[in-house]
């Protein structure tokens, strides 16, 4: 199955560019998607990307992929306090997603 | 926000007891899934459901059942809870797919098992 690895922890400045980083392994991944947790709260889809794009902005948010490497990353720019949560990234294959470990980012004002 | 409801949200139960979490839906997707989240593992698929009577097992299905007998309800029973089922546990849906499965979540069920 799928394999995917997110480093657990990420700590910024208000202000400042926040870079989410994840590894995925299943080449035919078409579909990867960022969702977003807040304490005590579901998960909550932030954005995604089809594996024919390199790159997709969406306001603060840049998702970049790099499909040779099998490598997503989520950009926010201006992080702000309200950003901080448990960002999971979550590859589709087939019908299923596969959920990465989720990693922790804490804004400090 | 989907309209995504679990009941209940928080419980306690012991160990050997039956549970049943329900999950309801009022965006009438076809698609419904149960996933449990532990520290350190993300979130893990237990079963999920592509119809009425229609369901399958995910990575960690093993003293999980599930029925589904409408399209907006999704049950989870924990046959006799044991305390490895101690764990938080997201509902989640998706529309008639397309290509892409993206999903929606419910605020979770926190489930206690002493």
């Known amino acids: 199955g799928e394999d995917v690895e997110q480093s657990l922890f990420l700590s910024v400045r208000e202000g400042d560019s926040s870079v989410i980083n994840c590894t995925y392994t299943?080449?035919?991944?078409?579909?990867l998607y960022w969702y977003k947790q807040e304490p005590g709260a579901g998960l909550q889809l932030l954005t995604y990307?089809?594996?024919?794009?390199d790159m997709k902005q969406d306001q603060r948010l840049t998702v970049l992929l790099n499909k040779k490497d099998k490598h997503l990353s989520l950009r926010i720019a201006d992080t702000q306090t309200g950003d901080s949560a448990i960002y999971f990234c979550?590859?589709?294959?087939?019908?299923?997603?596969?959920f990465g470990g989720g990693t922790r980012l804490m804004v400090k004002p | 926000d989907a309209g995504i409801t679990q009941s209940p949200r928080h419980k306690v139960t012991e160990t050997g007891t039956p549970v049943t979490l329900r999950c309801h839906q009022t965006?009438?997707?076809?698609?419904m899934y149960w996933y449990r989240q532990d520290p350190g593992h993300g979130l893990r698929l237990i079963h999920y459901?592509?119809?009425?009577?229609?369901?399958d097992k995910g990575e960690v299905s093993d003293g999980y059942s599930v029925s589904r007998s409408k399209t907006e309800d999704f049950l989870l029973t924990l046959e006799s809870a044991t305390s490895s089922q101690t764990s938080v546990y997201f509902c989640?849906?998706?529309?008639?797919?397309?290509?892409?499965?993206?999903?929606?979540f419910g605020p979770g069920t926190r489930l206690t098992v002493t």
């Open positions: 989640a849906i998706s529309r008639e797919p397309g290509y892409s499965y993206e999903q929606y």
């Open positions: 299943d080449s035919s991944s078409t579909y």
């Open positions: 990307i089809f594996s024919n794009m």
């Open positions: 979550a590859p589709q294959a087939g019908n299923m997603l596969t």
């Open positions: 965006e009438n997707h076809r698609y």
């Open positions: 459901s592509y119809g009425v009577k229609d369901t």
